[in-house]
T-cell receptor, first 112, second 112 residues
Framework: DAGVTQTPRHEVAEKGQTIILKCEPV?????LFWYRQTKIQGLELLSY????????DGGAFKDRFKAEMLNSSFSTLKIQPTEPKDSAVYLC??????????FGSGTRLTVL | GDSVTQKQGQVTLSEDDFLFINCTYS??????LLWYVQYPGQGPQLLLK???ANNKGISRGFEATYDKGTTSFHLQKASVQESDSAVYFC???????????WGSGTKLIIKP
């Protein structure tokens, strides 16, 4: 079975640019999550979708981060405009239940 | 609020040593407790789940136990191998059906 696919694996952006990260969840999973991972903050939830409906929009991340799920097999995370503090690994995960998240390998974002 | 504390930021062992990682939690209910493992370059993956019903889980040589009295849960392995080098996260699943509460992670380093 195909796992969660994230593209690109690495992204380098200049401050102020707009970047879009992509995620293809496991087929049949109803839940999709976007997380940010840093050494300092650990795993932070950015967005959560259930059956394509946005359930959680990440609170403090709302202003420059926007996740969308146009269909059940594809999601995007847009960061606009990027700032150096956004440098992190962005992880997408899908789930058939609340406990078992299947993560992609992540996109490592560097903002200069 | 609900929280998880994982105080061991890094553990360094030699092959065949005994591994013990501890997490403590704070919540008003008896949650399901999870252990995830993250290998370099990958997203976290579920290693073990422990519920109030079973108090213990075993997978791939790892054992997780749940101590409601001390509100803590542990991950242990009798004899670690170099392939166990990874970051181990504990997490809670609360009554809300979507958000995990994550520990900060313990990096396991196995000395050759």
């Amino acid at each position: 079975d195909a796992g969660v696919t994230q593209t690109p694996r690495h992204e380098v952006a200049e401050k102020g640019q707009t970047i879009i990260l992509k995620c293809e969840p496991v087929s049949g999973h109803n839940d999709l999550f976007w997380y940010r991972q840093t050494k300092i903050q650990g795993l932070e939830l950015l967005s959560y979708f259930r059956s394509k409906s946005l359930m959680e929009d990440g609170g403090a991340f709302k202003d420059r981060f926007k996740a969308e799920m146009l269909n059940s097999s594809f999601s995007t995370l847009k960061i606009q405009p990027t700032e150096p503090k956004d440098s992190a690994v962005y992880l997408c995960a899908s789930s058939p239940s609340a406990e078992t998240l299947y993560f992609g390998s992540g996109t490592r974002l560097t903002v200069l | 609020g609900d929280s998880v504390t994982q105080k061991q930021g890094q553990v360094t062992l030699s092959e065949d040593d005994f591994l013990f990682i501890n997490c403590t939690y704070s919540t008003t209910t008896y949650p399901t407790l999870l252990w995830y493992v993250q290998y370099p370059g990958q997203g976290p993956q579920l290693l073990l789940k422990v519920t109030t019903a079973n108090n213990k889980g075993i997978s791939r040589g790892f054992e997780a136990t749940y101590d409601k009295g001390t509100t803590s849960f542990h991950l242990q392995k009798a004899s670690v191998q170099e392939s166990d080098s990874a970051v181990y996260f504990c997490a809670l699943v609360m009554d809300s059906n979507y958000q995990l509460i994550w520990g900060s992670g313990t990096k396991l380093i196995i000395k050759p």
